[in-house]
């Protein structure tokens, strides 16, 4: 699925039925002028999810660094087309099912066929763009505390306009600061194996700091 980001919206959309209905929509169309926090801020190092551990040690060459890169991804109409298309494929062709009754054992995470937990999506949705063109260092798995503080995962990507979140419950993309969530931590944008903290300690602390994930 090697596709040129100049005709992937074209492609994705032949290849899976998409429309091309967002081709023209940006979410700064949406959501209104550039706000003054456009990207999540970094305090360090942090520890990994267990579940992405154990899927690097199962898929190591899908965790290898590409060298030091810090790019954020140029976006465009194409662009902004490719995200929204792969974040609703994906959402539509992945049924929501818990590590638990698919797997019957918590946090594995895996590229999914049909069925998945939240991380599932992020990692599909994360291939997908890569091989649509988009940068790795500017698509980055993310964890977050949900609206009943519950562990989440998201992807984030980041791009010249903000960084923006794509996530299974919904098919709108929204730049970070436009969701609920508390950000707690995400991939560093230098090196996919390495883990970045998001919050400040007492809230890491309190949050998910072992790096569960629950739905």
């Keep these: 699925m ?12 032949a290849m899976f039925g998409l429309s091309g209905a967002h081709a023209s929509d940006t979410p700064e169309a949406a959501t209104g002028a550039v706000k003054k926090t456009k990207f999540v801020t ?5 520890l990994p999810p267990i579940g992405f551990v154990n899927f690097c040690g199962r ?15 140029a976006m465009s109409p194409d662009r902004w087309n490719l ?20 797997y019957g054992q918590p946090e594995y995470w895996a590229y999914p066929t049909d069925a998945g937990d939240c991380e599932d999506y992020v990692l599909l949705k994360k ?9 790795a ?3 980055l798995i993310t964890v977050v505390l949900d609206e009943k503080n519950e562990g989440h995962a998201i992807l984030t990507v980041s791009t010249d306009a903000g960084d923006y979140v794509l996530d299974n419950r919904r098919d709108d993309v929204l730049r970070w600061t436009d969701t609920s969530y508390t950000f707690l931590k995400r991939q560093s944008k230098q090196d ?11 809230t890491l602390t309190a949050g998910v700091t072992s790096g569960q994930v629950s739905n």
Aim: proline share 5%.
């Design 59 to 73: 898929n190591p060459g899908d965790c290898k660094s590409a060298g030091k890169s810090n790019a954020r991804a």
């Design 42 to 46: 970094e305090y360090g190092r942090a």
């Design 137 to 139: 260092s500017a698509l």
């Design 127 to 135: 291939r997908f763009l890569e091989n649509l063109g988009f940068p």
């Design 2 to 13: 090697k596709i040129r980001t100049a005709v992937g919206a074209a492609l994705l959309g």
């Design 83 to 102: 995200i929204y298309q792969v974040n609703g494929y994906v959402n539509g062709k992945i049924a929501p099912v818990s590590d638990d009754d698919l």
């Design 192 to 202: 996919p194996r390495v883990w970045v903290a998001l919050a400040k300690e007492k």
